[in-house]
């Protein structure tokens, strides 16, 4: 079923109580209004002389560290959220995406568990998530859809939230929760602060896949040459976060998630075209404007 998003303005005198409620429940949340950016300075030229390093290029972004304040600041619920006891951060903590008009992120759900903030600084995108109670087939062993390039949400299968974001405008994206981007604008500019809570959540048909996923990459590491990070720095924080992942995942049910995954392979080998093309654009489009 298509649902209706929780909106708050970061401006009412609600605000830190309904961010904090729905980060417990883990619950999507829309922001407004979050001004801690100077858009005038973060334009294209600004952006590549200060986040293109290559040595933080992944799949379809840049790492980045906590920017320049003046700049790019840090909100004041985002700087009391990285210094929790119950989250793990990374060292580089926030995730830049710059892409063209038309550009469309695959659907994926983010890798080590990350729950994200992603705060639109210029240009729009149209952001199509669901729910890890109802999510996509998955790509075997990874966290990529497992849809054609056309795929179009089932009202009738999934719940999903269906908005837009704009300038000021910032996504709280749980963990797990699926997400197809589109890039409208011309220039469509976003920052990501991420955050993985130190203890699983497997309320959900992809958080119980996940730690048993955790378990498995723990328990043949060669699982792990089939992602894109080093699974040492799983969350920021490696092995004490693994551990707290796998503690209740026992034998069996690595071994039935094993066998899960290996019979997702033949659907995965009919879309693999399609969806290497999907991911490639991911990457290519990055910063990919003038
Ligand atoms: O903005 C996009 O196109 C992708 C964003 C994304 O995947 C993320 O924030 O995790
Ligand atoms: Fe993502």
């Known amino acids: 079923m298509k649902l209706a998003i929780d909106e708050v303005d970061y401006k009412d005198e609600n605000f830190e109580r309904i961010f904090w409620k729905n980060f417990e429940l883990q619950k999507p949340l829309l922001i407004h209004n979050i001004d801690s950016f100077d858009a005038k300075k973060l334009t294209p030229e600004f952006v590549k002389a200060n986040f293109l390093n290559e040595d933080k290029r992944s799949a379809g972004w840049f790492d980045a560290d906590l920017p320049q ?41 983010d890798g080590n568990s990350l729950y994200g903030f992603n705060v639109q600084i210029t240009g729009k995108k149209r952001w199509i998530i669901t729910s890890p109670m109802t999510p996509l087939p998955t790509m075997p062993f990874l966290f990529v859809g497992m849809v054609p390039t056309d795929f179009e949400m089932d009202e009738q299968q999934y719940d999903f939230h269906d908005f837009e974001t704009h300038p000021g405008d910032m996504i709280c994206l749980p963990p797990y929760w699926y997400h197809e981007v589109h890039s409208l604008g011309e220039i469509n500019l976003n920052m990501n602060w991420v955050v993985t809570p130190r203890e699983p959540n497997q309320t959900s048909p992809l958080g119980r896949r996940e730690v048993e996923i ?38 069996p049910r690595m071994i039935t998630r094993l066998l899960k995954e290996i019979f997702a392979i033949p659907r995965f080998l009919i879309l693999a075209r399609q969806i290497k093309s999907s991911a490639n654009n991911f990457s290519k489009n990055n910063f990919n404007v003038n």
Do not use: C, W
């Open 214 to 251: 955790v378990k498995l990459r723990d328990s043949l590491s060669f699982i792990n040459k089939l992602y894109p990070d080093d699974f040492n720095h799983y969350g920021g924080a490696g092995k004490p976060l693994v551990q707290a992942y796998i503690r209740g995942v026992g034998v």
């Open 69 to 109: 304040e003046d700049v790019m600041g840090t909100p004041d619920f985002i700087q009391k959220l990285l210094k929790r006891d119950d989250i793990a951060t990374r060292e580089s903590p926030m995730r830049v995406f710059m892409q063209p008009g038309g550009h469309r992120t695959l659907p994926h759900y």
